[in-house]
């Protein structure tokens, strides 16, 4: 019971106000990142123009092109799916009362930098840390 009142108080420096805006932030990112992958799968592989040698007009082989245009689709793909996978995560924590406390310190997640990465999991300060750790 101690536990859930400490992390009550960390979660108290988000107003109600502040955490509307936020979930309202992450909804809409949640729409955007739905209707990117939407449209990334139903993108349809526009052919290039091959002359009967089998090149592309730039003298490029064209199979080239359609294996660079599937690698970028494949990795936007994977990025909207990750930025997808971390609102989600966001919203969850927020249902459960844990919104906007870093689980490496245990401390508040600055207003600041929830309004700029409303998905952000950690402070800044254990980010940084965790990064170079790597």
Avoid: K, W
Wanted: charged content about 25%; aromatic content about 2%; hydrophobic content about 40%.
């Amino acid at each position: 019971m101690v536990n859930q009142r400490a992390s009550d108080e960390r979660a108290a420096h988000l107003s109600a106000e502040d955490l509307a805006a936020l979930r309202a932030s992450l909804h809409e990112q949640r729409l955007f990142r739905r209707e990117q992958l939407r449209q990334i799968g139903a993108a349809v592989p526009v052919p290039a123009h091959r002359p009967p040698d089998g090149r592309a007009a730039d003298g490029r082989a064209a199979d080239g092109r359609a294996a660079a245009r599937e690698e970028v689709r494949a990795a936007l793909t994977a990025s909207a799916r990750m930025v997808l996978a971390d609102v989600e995560a966001a919203l969850e924590r927020m249902r459960q009362g844990r919104y906007g406390i870093c689980p490496l310190c245990r401390g508040p997640i600055p207003l600041t930098h929830l309004v700029v990465v409303p998905q952000a999991r950690c402070c800044g300060c254990c980010r940084q840390a965790r990064g170079a750790g790597e």
